[in-house]
């Protein structure tokens, strides 16, 4: 309870500062344009591919120079969807840390005084773990941010 409210105390700044970083660090317009890059050069070795093949249906060519080139383009879709689906994690990624700092704001925003008495729901709204040493406990909140209080 103490460590809630030293963070209940400085709600105000906190939640400025949260707001801050949501806005700073988890903007994903960057990530998202990339994302977009990737999908239409993905569609486009897609669209090179299949007009190859269709290419090499029509016309009589030598195998082994159409197999060199095919793999060459598949490798390259291979590694274009590789770096892909890393954004994707990425993103995805950012977006959960996000959503997780906004529910902390909105659970901080709905206490004004400190507590004097365990909720359970607070409590798990709140905190991600402790870290309980032999004289303090360190804290660890949903939003990143933590607090060390002296074990009695």
């Known amino acids: 309870m103490q460590a809630i409210n030293i963070i209940l105390s400085k709600k105000s700044e906190i939640i400025d500062n949260l707001l801050y970083i949501t806005q700073v660090i988890y903007c994903n ?4 344009a990339k994302e977009k890059a990737m999908k239409n050069d993905i569609e486009s070795i897609l669209n090179e591919i299949n ?19 095919y793999r060459i383009l598949v490798c ?10 890393r954004l994707k994690s990425e993103i995805n990624a950012r977006n959960i840390r996000l959503e997780r700092i906004c529910m902390f704001i909105r659970e901080l925003k709905k206490h004004k005084e400190p507590i004097s ?7 798990s709204s709140l905190l991600e773990h402790i870290i309980i040493n032999k004289n303090e406990a360190t804290v660890v909140f ?5 607090v060390n209080v002296a074990v009695k």
């Open 51 to 69: 007009a190859f093949v269709m290419d090499n249906a029509k016309t009589v060519s030598d195998q082994e120079i159409y197999q060199g080139q």
């Open 29 to 32: 317009n960057e990530l998202e």
């Open 142 to 146: 949903r939003d990143g941010s933590s």
């Open 76 to 85: 390259k879709y291979d590694s274009l969807m590789g770096e892909y689906d």
């Open 117 to 123: 008495e365990f909720d359970s729901a607070l409590w």
